[in-house]
């Protein structure tokens, strides 16, 4: 057990990725792709929350089945990626990572961002329609039900308790390593109507949240997927945390959603 925990918080998976960095625009981008499934049908892009790096989806990375090609990013200031020279709010992160596809070659992916990283995969949704071809938001955050930062941060220190250990420890020490920036960027994204975050987004959306999750509210993340004739599906005993807490689950739902999505079209 110990030792499982410390390969995930090292980011170590049996499944292995293959580490890349680039500058883009003048900004090192770093991202890894799993090598088991390079060449998969399908291409699922992965961005981390406020502070996190592409760890945080060790877990889900190593679930996800064969057949999908797997990218996971550290967005301008977190993880091995540099800070941006402007603001790193969701919508300058997304621009950013809407040049970083541009430059690999990619399109039609699944996008799925975790809290702030939901935030930023909105933002890319509604930029690039004909890039994304389905859209999850796991744990969207800043709840607009917050209207302070000292509010968000003591919903984050009431759900600690929640938490498995591995997502304390990860988090920790991404923390560490992120950009103090990422915060202000956090900041001005606070008060975003649900209407205004999802606006302009043409692919099919999920929002998922765990049911014990004290950060993101049932009711922000059902107005999220009402706002763009989405769905919610909600994770039972599911913490803030959820690609870390519980990946199975997590790719279970993405699967059969972006499966639903491919036997419609």
């Not at 890349?20 to 799993?34: F, K, N």
Request: contains cysteine; neutral net charge; glycine residues 10%.
């Amino acid at each position: 057990m110990v030792r499982d925990l410390l390969s995930r918080i090292l980011g170590i998976t049996r499944s292995d990725v293959i580490h890349h960095r680039e500058t883009i625009d003048g900004a090192s981008t770093h991202w890894v792709q799993r090598r088991r499934g390079a060449d998969g049908d399908r291409t699922i892009v992965l961005i981390p929350g406020l502070s996190m790096s592409w760890r945080a989806y060790v877990g889900v990375i190593d679930a996800l089945p064969s057949t999908r090609r797997v990218i996971a990013v550290d967005p301008p200031g977190h993880g091995r990626s540099a800070r941006l020279g402007s603001a790193l709010d969701s919508g300058h992160q997304a621009d950013h990572l809407a040049r970083w596809l541009d430059h690999l070659g990619i399109s039609d992916i699944d996008l799925i961002g975790h809290s702030m990283g939901a935030f930023t995969a909105a933002r890319l949704a509604s930029r690039r329609p004909g890039t994304v071809r389905s859209l999850t938001l796991l744990s969207p955050s800043p709840d607009v039900r917050w209207p302070r930062f000292r509010s968000h941060v003591a919903a984050i220190v009431r759900g600690a308790p929640g938490e498995s250990p591995y997502v304390l420890v990860q988090a920790a020490t991404d923390y560490v390593r992120a950009n103090l920036f990422v915060l202000k960027g956090f900041w001005a994204d606070m008060s975003t109507p649900a209407a205004d975050l999802v606006s302009g987004i043409g692919s099919p959306l999920m929002v998922v949240r765990g049911s014990d999750d004290l950060v993101s509210s049932d009711a922000w993340c059902s107005e999220l997927a009402e706002c763009a004739a989405g769905v919610l599906r909600t994770v039972r005993g599911g913490a803030h945390g959820l690609p870390q807490q519980d990946p199975t689950r997590v790719v279970d739902l993405v699967i059969a959603f972006t499966d639903e999505i491919t036997a419609h079209n």
